[in-house]
């Protein structure tokens, strides 16, 4: 595709509830990160995937989150449970290259985000 | 970790006047430096990057330069239009990550007619 895809754009959740957030990066692009952007903040790592390898998952905020990206292509951010401090906009963005050491050759590319908000 | 330190949070500068926004990083073992700007409700999009074996780069009106040793870097736009009003991020990278990056807290730049 022509540019990171991110979906839904907007979900709206009752407390509780399980959501499954998707990216489709651009094609051909190893490196995938999802980050959390809360109101009027940076946007911060939660999870890094190179091809359908989970390199580093430090910033998921809790045993609630969960990322897959099964095939190398798309993958999904899973929030089990729910809670009104998860509310963000959580942001999907690939890269060309992945990072050898002493080297980051690759812009990141970001999607639209999907805004989650929690009841 | 890294630690991204962004100043200032609000800046409002007239049309053709001069803007600079500033960031501190923690990490010396940080290499590449990435600055996004994002408009109200649009994804972030990168503007300038800057890696550590440089101190200045520049591209038409908007410039980065790195000061490796106190561990700081400044964004600085001349010119400045209307459409250069949005919000805008810096960020840092260490070595290996894949380009992990730890953002700084994001500045509004307003510019006025």
């Known amino acids: 595709g022509a540019g990171v895809s991110q979906s839904p754009r907007y979900k709206v959740a009752k407390r509780g509830q399980d959501v499954a957030l998707r990216c489709d990066p651009i094609?051909?692009?190893?490196?995938l990160f999802w980050y959390q952007q809360a109101l009027g903040q940076g946007p911060e790592f939660l999870t890094y995937f190179q091809n359908e390898a989970q390199l580093d998952k430090s910033g998921l905020p809790s045993d609630r989150f969960f990322a897959e990206r099964p095939e190398g292509s798309v993958s999904t951010l899973k929030i089990q449970r729910t809670q009104q401090e998860d509310s963000a906009v959580y942001l999907c963005?690939?890269?060309?290259?992945?990072?050898?050491?002493?080297?980051?050759?690759?812009?990141?590319?970001f999607g639209e985000g999907s805004r989650l908000t929690v009841l | 970790g890294e630690n991204v330190e962004q100043h200032p949070s609000t800046l409002s500068v007239q049309e053709g006047d001069s803007a600079v926004i500033k960031c501190t990083y923690s990490d010396s073992a940080s290499n590449y430096f990435p600055w996004y700007k994002q408009e109200l409700g649009k994804r972030p999009q990168l503007i300038i990057d800057i890696r550590s074996n440089v101190g200045e780069k520049k591209d038409q009106r908007i410039a980065v330069t790195l000061n490796k040793t106190a561990k700081h870097f400044s964004l600085h736009i001349t010119e400045t239009q209307p459409e250069d009003s949005a919000v805008y991020f810096c960020?840092?990278?260490?070595?290996?990550?894949?380009?992990?990056?730890?953002f700084g807290t994001g500045t509004q730049l307003k510019v006025e007619l």
């Open positions: 094609s051909g692009h190893v490196s």
């Open positions: 960020a840092a990278s260490p070595p290996g990550g894949g380009n992990k990056l730890t």
């Open positions: 963005a690939s890269s060309l290259v992945h990072g050898v050491s002493g080297l980051n050759t690759g812009e990141l590319f």
